[in-house]
T-cell receptor, first 115, second 109 residues
């Protein structure tokens, strides 16, 4: 069965420090991968998605970047964090019905607090 | 970024009542999904809809994919305390999955 791992679960970082959040998927190949951010009490905002190794699509201009160095690994990074980068970050993979990619499954999330 | 219009934003109901929420979009989607999120957790998939007009049930939950492919609704019958949480609709186009703003459900015993 497929599983998705996201870490760390919580993170407190000072303003101006770098960031690296990692997400890995097991039990599937060539998944679509997604990074979302959720502000407190708000909906999920799509930040980046990737349909293959090295292929990254950015949805909103921001202080973050994403990379996909391996098929089942998706990394969210920042060189210098801002206070506004605080939030709940969720990684998701999409699969289901073979290669049709119709159902998305989420990791447990990383709560990032920038102080 | 693109988002769906989900309503209502919040609901306060009595245990045992039925619940209805919906999502609309200006774009056509190939798939509609409904998720539930508990505090501090990632969303969990409840129901997936693949065809316009499709009506699907999962226990006390029923969801429909609108005929125009621009809307969907979710009904919960006979609510129980564990139904508390935030419910999200999501629409899938070619590659992207976009979410509504969520409906926060609170149940009074």
């Amino acid at each position: 069965s497929q599983t998705i791992h996201q870490w760390p679960a919580t993170l407190v970082q000072p303003v101006g420090s770098p960031l690296s959040l990692e997400c890995t998927v097991e039990g599937t190949s060539n998944p679509n991968l997604y990074w979302y951010r959720q502000a407190a009490g708000r909906g999920l905002q799509l930040l980046f998605y990737s349909v293959g190794i090295g292929q990254i699509s950015s949805e909103v201009p921001q202080n973050l970047s994403a990379s996909r160095p391996q098929d089942r690994q998706f990394i969210l990074s920042s060189k210098k964090l801002l206070l506004s980068d605080s939030g709940f970050y969720l990684c998701a993979w999409m699969g289901g019905r073979g290669r049709e990619y119709t159902e998305a499954f989420f990791g447990q999330g990383t709560r990032l607090t920038v102080v | 970024g693109q988002q769906l219009n989900q309503s209502p934003q919040s609901m306060f109901i009595q245990e045992g009542e039925d619940v209805s929420m919906n999502c609309t979009s200006s774009s056509i989607f190939n798939t509609w999904l409904w998720y539930k999120q508990d505090p501090g957790e990632g969303p969990v998939l409840l129901i997936a809809l693949y065809k316009a007009g499709e009506l699907t049930s999962n226990g006390r939950l029923t969801a429909q994919f609108g005929i125009t492919r621009k809307d969907s609704f979710l009904n919960i019958s006979a609510s129980i305390p564990s139904d508390v949480g935030i419910y999200f609709c999501a629409g899938k186009g070619a590659q992207k999955l976009v979410f509504g703003q969520g409906t926060r459900l609170t149940i009074n015993p």
